[in-house]
């Protein structure tokens, strides 16, 4: 078992950059695969990527791609969301979820149902 805590959150202009942090308890954190979603008011919850157990292989939604990068530092049992060139639509509560399970097919990877451990996330909002 897993408990998340994610942090980094805040205000920040469009352009703006800003990472956040999932920290994880436990020793065991190495064995899980970490993945990032976010949920905008009145929006479902919606995958932004994900990374492997070794930190070599992610990957990012389509609205992401290029400007978010996902990582991890199995030594401090954290994994991180550096967020770049933001825009407003990036506003949303950011949420990381973990699951013992590398999803091969990237649709079953992107459903919420597929993680078994979440934070309680932490906010970002991008001001135009």
């Known amino acids: 078992q897993v408990q998340l805590v994610e942090s980094g959150g805040g205000l920040v202009q469009a352009g703006g950059s800003l990472r956040l942090s999932c920290a994880a308890s436990?020793?065991?954190?190495?064995?899980?695969?970490v993945a990032w979603f976010r949920q905008a008011p009145g929006k479902e919850r919606e995958f932004v990527g994900r990374?492997?157990?070794?930190?070599?292989?992610?990957d990012y939604s389509d609205s992401v791609k290029g400007r978010f990068t996902i990582s991890r530092d199995n030594a401090k049992n954290t994994a991180y969301l550096q967020m770049s060139s933001l825009k407003p639509e990036d506003t949303a509560v950011y949420y990381c979820?973990?699951?013992?399970?590398?999803?091969?097919?990237?649709?079953?990877?992107?459903?919420?149902?597929?993680?078994?451990?979440w934070g309680q996330g932490t906010q970002v909002t991008v001001s135009s």
């Open positions: 436990g020793r065991t954190f190495s064995r899980y695969i």
């Open positions: 979820a973990a699951s013992l399970v590398w999803n091969k097919g990237l649709n079953i990877a992107t459903m919420h149902g597929s993680y078994d451990y």
């Open positions: 990374i492997d157990w070794s930190g070599l292989s992610t």
